[in-house]
């Protein structure tokens, strides 16, 4: 969840000493799905709602694979 979606990449792609130990190995990130929220509560339950969600759920989602995802 970011405010500024081009900043969170660059921050992601980055050698700084910031960097989440996940990332290591995985580079380069690329952006596969977004959504936006006028608000960060709603965001922040969307967020948790689909790190939830299973691994063939997740990515029926970021294909846009929205028949599959009604069936999972």
């Given amino acids: 969840m ?3 979606l081009e900043n969170r990449l660059k921050e992601h792609n980055s050698d700084g000493k910031k960097e989440a130990k ?3 190995g995985k580079k380069p990130v690329i952006l596969i799905y977004s ?3 006028n608000d960060i ?3 922040m339950r969307r967020e948790l709602q689909i790190k ?3 691994k ?3 990515e029926a989602l ?3 694979d929205f ?3 009604k069936k999972l």
Avoid: D, H, M, P
């Fill in 2 to 4: 970011t405010r500024n």
């Fill in 52 to 54: 939830k969600w299973s």
């Fill in 56 to 58: 063939v759920k997740k």
């Fill in 35 to 37: 959504e936006q929220f």
């Fill in 22 to 24: 996940y990332l290591r």
């Fill in 67 to 69: 028949e599959l995802l």
């Fill in 62 to 64: 970021a294909r846009g």
């Fill in 41 to 43: 509560i709603s965001a």
